[in-house]
């Protein structure tokens, strides 16, 4: 079985628009299957696949790309050392919430659903409330471990 496939004849360059002109060419149908599209990122770096000519998919100048040293700015919001420090002795102080005390409960009586659904509730979005059920789930499993 052959396949009409559409095959590109002439590329003409006008004042930076592209013209193709296009001709219907007979091509065996499992020589088509294995056409796959260009793109301007593949393997490796972008620069491979730059020929280092004015026009085309892999037009543009040779070059290799620029390891540039980590900015303090990306490490906004990571835990440290001491502050994990203080918040644990502040929360050995103090104690629970009374909402994180509820949540206990329920996850002691194994009501993990209805624990996410208060947790949402007080603290307003999904993956905090996950991430509240599983602290309390924790707490948890470390009292239970102190007590054995």
């Given at each position: 079985?052959?396949?009409?496939?559409r095959?590109?004849?002439?590329?003409?360059?006008?004042?930076?628009?592209?013209?193709?002109?296009?001709?219907?060419?007979?091509?065996?149908?499992?020589?088509?299957?294995?056409?796959?599209?260009?793109?301007?990122?593949?393997?490796?770096?972008?620069?491979?696949?730059?020929?280092?000519?004015a026009?085309?998919?892999?037009?543009?100048?040779?070059?290799?790309?620029?390891?540039?040293?980590?900015?303090?700015?990306?490490?906004?919001?990571?835990?440290?050392?001491?502050?994990?420090?203080?918040?644990?002795?502040?929360?050995d102080?103090?104690?629970?919430?009374?909402?994180?005390?509820?949540?206990?409960?329920?996850?002691?009586?194994?009501?993990?659903?209805?624990?996410?659904?208060?947790?949402?509730?007080?603290?307003?979005?999904?993956?905090?409330?996950?991430?509240k059920?599983?602290?309390?789930?924790?707490?948890?499993?470390?009292?239970?471990?102190?007590?054995?």
């Open positions: 079985r052959v396949q009409p496939v095959t590109c004849t002439a590329v003409h360059v006008l004042s930076r628009v592209r013209v193709a002109y296009f001709r219907f060419k007979e091509v065996p149908v499992h020589h088509s299957n294995d056409w796959k599209p260009y793109s301007r990122v593949q393997e490796g770096s972008i620069s491979e696949n730059m020929k280092g000519i026009v085309g998919l892999q037009k543009g100048h040779v070059v290799s790309k620029h390891e540039l040293a980590a900015r303090p700015a990306r490490r906004k919001g990571r835990l440290g050392k001491r502050v994990k420090m203080i918040r644990e002795l502040v929360r102080v103090v104690g629970n919430a009374p909402y994180e005390k509820r949540l206990m409960e329920l996850l002691k009586v194994g009501r993990d659903k209805r624990a996410l659904k208060l947790a949402k509730r007080k603290l307003g979005t999904h993956i905090r409330g996950k991430k059920r599983e602290e309390m789930g924790n707490l948890l499993r470390k009292m239970s471990r102190k007590t054995a």
